[in-house]
């Protein structure tokens, strides 16, 4: 037999299931739903009803940034697993399209999730991810080198846990053309990183060295040598450049010098990216 | 397998033995409708979006949370993502004290043709949307006002009452009757076969 306090209780229901009890209110009903078996019923019709609210709304399309960050967040937060290998995904990447900033994006996003505490920056950053073709496969990636890559997980993260963090896919040249990566960099960290692939093997005594070209000057950013699959990564800190000298920022590249002190660019470029004015 | 042609049941208990093409499915069955959710209660895109994000995550960090003893599926995410976006509006109400937040309270919860097509999500619960707008077009325009300022808005039944200046009792009743009315709705939407 239905008691009084059923009773009151059942004739709130449905205001408790659209959060309209003060809180209060909602306390008393809580507990005593949670002690009662005979009204589980009446809650369960009430929180579908109230669902049921939210099937009115007009569907709009979410963008297509959405899905990359989700799914790149799932891989993140799925633990324990199996490794991916880089050369199975970059390969995907690549058909893809490349939008690897996206991808980097979207690992920000979730990273920063996970903090708890960037909201403004995830908006800022998913509206650059939105203006970039993000696929999925781009996301994973990434998401997946890092992982695998602590040093630049981290400097990664330092980088875009910036408001002004941005980055630009890097394509490979006739020189490499199965190459390519992306440039994230955040003037306030100071930061930037490249993350690559499908970097030739080279010559003994030969570098890759990472380019930030200027309107009036190449500075470098770093060498580095390509990991055995063909992909390879550098960061790079507190680059000096005198703004007024070198003028304003074109772009970045990646060439191939020799293996020792570089102050000029004098190989062949395999990987480039311009900076849109 | 084909991924689609399985119940949200079946997707979630393939999402807790970590199944990503699950999880994916069920991104695709209800991403654009999370999203449309948190769009509706925030009024900003890209809020709307990290919201949906959470809201997925979520899905995909603590599927044990869904119990299907308890209803389905879709009643438990739009319930997680009504309140995941009740609460971002309320802390950004915080933050932005001067600048308005998108109004809950114009009467415009029910769709009015620019409704998108989303063949994924129509193939499990097309008829309950469908029912629940034939409901909310014939419910008396002050009883969908009242579950519209409750549920899009976040404002409790008192809140309503004084910002309608009406009597609580009477946001109450107003409340009451036209909860009655939508699951009615939804009952006869579920005797008609929805899968």
Known sequence: MMS???????????????????????????????????????????R????????????QAASSSLKARVMAGAAILDEPREPVRMRRLWPLAAAAGFALFAG?????????????????????????????????????ALVMIMEEDRATHDAMAAIVANGDATGLAMTGTDAAPSASGAY??????????????????????????????????????????????????????DLEVDAEMAGRLEGFAVTIEDDGPVTKHTGETVLEASVAQ | MDYTRLRDDELMDRLGRRDIAAFEAIYDRYGDLVFSVALRVVGDTYVAEDIAQDVFLRVWRRPEQFDLNRGKFVTWLLSVTRNRSIDERRSRGRRLRHEALPAADEDD?????????????????????????????????????????????????????NKLGQPLGTVKTRIRLGMQKMRGAIERSEGGGSP
């Not at chain 1, 008393?28 to 019709?45: G, K, L, N, P």
């Not at chain 1, 579908?48 to 569907?59: D, Y």
């Not at chain 2, 129509?122 to 419910?139: C, H, I, K």
């Open chain 1, 104 to 140: 980097a994006t979207a690992w920000a996003l979730i990273t920063q999730q996970e903090l708890g505490d960037a909201r403004d920056e995830s908006s800022a950053l998913a509206g650059v991810a939105t203006q970039q073709s993000v696929t999925l496969a781009t996301a994973s």
């Open chain 2, 109 to 161: 919860v029910i769709p009015s043709g620019n409704d998108r097509d989303d063949p994924a999500l129509a193939t499990v619960v097309s008829l309950d949307r469908q029912a629940v707008r034939d409901a909310l077009l014939v419910l008396p325009p002050e009883q969908k006002l009242a579950i519209q300022l409750a549920y899009f808005g976040g404002l409790t039944q008192q809140e309503i009452a």
């Open chain 1, 184 to 237: 994230v960099w955040s003037r306030t960290a100071g930061r930037g990183a490249l993350v690559a692939s499908g970097l030739p093997s080279l010559a003994s005594g030969k570098a890759y060295c990472l380019w930030v070209v200027y309107e009036h000057d190449w500075v470098v950013g770093g060498l580095f040598a390509p990991e055995s699959d063909g992909s390879g990564r550098v960061i790079v800190e």
């Open chain 1, 4 to 46: 009084a306090d059923c009773e009151r209780i059942r004739e709130d229901l449905d205001a408790w299931a659209l959060g309209a009890l003060d809180a209060a209110d909602a306390r008393t009903a809580e507990r005593h739903i949670a002690s009662c078996d005979d009204c589980a019923a009446f809650v369960d019709a009430a």
């Open chain 1, 48 to 59: 579908e009803a109230a669902a049921s609210v939210a099937l009115s709304v007009p569907l």
